[in-house]
């Protein structure tokens, strides 16, 4: 099956925004046991799409394409496993598709791979909810997230916490309460759009040109947090910092938003020094001096990643922030972001170019 071969029947499409400013991570973890969260989904999306075809058995019945790596290739679940993208075959074997029908799935992000900004767990939510196409029945967007987190828990035996897939499937920006891991409820922050799009005008994302790299790290931490248990201070000055989020954004106070950033990154340095790197350090560094409020270090944190920046009320001194940023390594590189108001959405399309 190739691009110029057949047909097909229908055109599934999928689209999720990925995730920024995440105040109170760590909490939304199996050790944290409860979690507080604010996060922002954002623009770019991650993409799928599936191409459907009949299957009669004498083509090939799974075709993958991840166009980010410039691989094509036919999953063998059967014989082979999961070998060349886990968390891809893992998901399609997952949502279990029907045997009648042959299909390419095409996976493309403009995100940097290893950005620390929940990009795995927007690929996952975006083929869970483009294959739910092709089975009985739609998946509510909790559901798909919990479907997505349970590809990397359970199939895959990764660490994750269950904010980045809620955030990617409701998209918007949300206060997560995590009430017994991993469930948890999402209270999405509606706010007039004045302060919404000061909001986006004033955000950005740095990627530091590392893929995000901190197991050794991220181990060490887990096993202190573990024996600390979830009443531990540690934990406690995370999940503080997401009530602080979502009041300082009701309130369209930036100064006050930027504060809970800062005091986020600096509990994060409290938990361990390198998960706040030296390249990380450097970025804020410089946008403090260009009068940037509030600067979070996505994700986890660690080498590689990426860090939220939210400036000051002049634009051309973000402008001129970005510039000396980028100037200061040739690695770092401004990815520009938009606030999603969708999360997940997913449409089909077919040959005739009917929806």
């Keep these: 099956m190739t691009d110029k071969e057949q047909i097909p029947l ?27 969260i604010f996060n922002i989904g954002v623009y770019p999306y991650v993409e799928v799409q599936i191409e459907v075809f009949p299957y009669r058995g004498e083509q090939e019945r799974i075709v993958i394409y991840a166009e980010n790596y410039g691989e094509r290739y036919v999953m063998h679940p059967e014989t082979e496993g999961w070998d060349r993208h886990p968390l891809l075959e ?27 900004t929940g990009t795995s767990a927007a690929v996952t939510v975006a083929l869970v909810g ?27 035996k990764r660490q994750s916490g269950i904010q980045d897939q809620l955030c990617s499937a409701y998209g918007g920006i949300n206060y997560i309460e995590m ?45 202190e947090l573990e024996d600390a248990g ?21 309130a369209g106070d930036f100064k006050a938003l930027g504060e809970a950033m800062v005091e986020n990154t600096e509990a994060q340095t409290r938990l361990n020094p390198a998960l706040v790197s030296q390249d990380a350090q450097q ?36 402008r001129a922030m970005i510039r000396e940023i980028e100037a200061a390594n040739t690695l770092y590189q401004n990815i520009p972001v938009y606030l999603s108001r969708f999360g997940l959405r997913t449409w089909t399309e077919a040959p005739n170019g009917n929806s």
């Design 10 to 36: 229908t055109v599934i499409n999928s689209v999720a925004p990925i995730r920024i400013c995440d105040n109170g991570g760590w909490t939304d973890t199996w050790f944290a046991e409860r979690g507080k």
């Design 90 to 116: 893992a998901t399609i074997e997952l949502m279990k598709v029907p045997k009648d029908k042959s299909f390419q799935v095409t996976i493309f992000s403009e995100a940097p791979a290893g950005a620390s």
């Design 130 to 156: 483009a294959l739910d196409h092709l089975t009985p029945g739609r998946m509510t967007p909790h559901e798909i997230a919990y479907t997505a987190h349970k590809v990397e828990t359970h199939m895959l």
């Design 179 to 223: 009430e017994s891991y991993p469930r948890a409820s999402v209270s999405q922050i509606f706010v007039p759009n004045t302060t919404w799009w000061e909001l986006e005008r004033r955000l950005a994302l740095i990627y530091l040109g590392r893929t995000h790299d901190s197991s050794q790290v991220h181990e060490k931490v887990i096993r």
């Design 230 to 250: 979830p009443d531990c201070k540690q934990l406690q000055d995370l999940r503080v910092t997401a009530e602080k989020s979502r009041d300082a954004l009701y």
């Design 283 to 318: 970025i804020i560094s410089i946008a403090r001096e260009y009068g940037a409020i509030g600067w979070k270090v996505n994700g986890a944190g660690g080498e590689g990643g990426s860090v939220t920046l939210l400036c000051g009320p002049l634009s051309h001194q973000k």
